[in-house]
């Protein structure tokens, strides 16, 4: 039986966390499809999103007292202007959306329902908010034939659409950050996916 339990945070709250879910970001994202070379500075940049926010929203996992897992969400309206634009874009009120950020799990924590879980609290907590008509995150996208795509590689899809979910190819926007094979930081091709409720 699985040892994890999960603790929701929000608002002022998170801030004690905030480098456990930047270390968990930098190991997880490294992997393909993301190829994330990390960085303090990018971090901090990052989650200062979150900090600012009374309603953003931590859900952590843990297993005997170390932090293994993080989801996190913030409203919309709290998110920077490479997020929203696409919203804007298309006619959405960002008042009514709630942007999931990330959801990050060490791999030997996977295929035990706790992405699942991770889904359900920060659906939850977007309903308590209250007038939230969508909840949204987006994925990068990397080509079918990408160099460093692994054999055993499964794409999420079929994961958050049995969630939800539904992919907004156009709502997309770019990110930047560094790739492992990269020698400097490039933008990234990112797609939205979206809930209604």
């Not at 804007?88 to 699942?116: N, T």
């Not at 879980?117 to 209250?130: I, K, P």
């Not at 460093?148 to 992919?167: H, I, K, M, N, S």
């Amino acid at each position: 039986m699985s040892t994890v339990h999960l603790t929701r945070l929000t608002g002022h709250q998170i801030s004690p966390y905030l480098a456990d879910v930047a270390r968990l970001r930098i190991s997880v994202f490294r992997e393909f499809p993301y190829l994330y070379v990390g960085t303090p500075a990018y971090e901090e940049r990052y989650l200062a999103t979150y900090s600012r926010s009374p309603a953003s929203l931590f859900v952590l996992a843990w297993d005997q007292g170390r932090i293994v897992g993080a989801a996190t969400g913030v409203p919309l309206r709290a998110e920077t202007a490479e997020i929203q634009q696409p919203f804007v874009e298309h006619g959405y009120a960002l008042d009514q959306v709630f942007y999931f950020g990330e959801s990050v799990l060490l791999p030997e924590y996977r295929g035990q329902g706790i992405g699942v879980r991770f889904f359900a609290e920060r659906e939850a907590y977007a309903q308590e908010l209250g007038g939230m008509r969508y909840t949204a995150f987006c994925a990068v996208q990397r080509p079918p034939d990408h160099p460093r795509r692994p054999p055993q590689y499964v794409p999420l899809d079929a994961f958050w659409e049995r969630r939800g979910y539904t992919r907004h190819p156009e709502l997309h926007t770019l990110m930047t950050w560094q790739d492992v094979d990269e020698a400097s930081e490039s933008p990234k091709r990112m797609v939205f996916w979206l809930r209604e409720w």
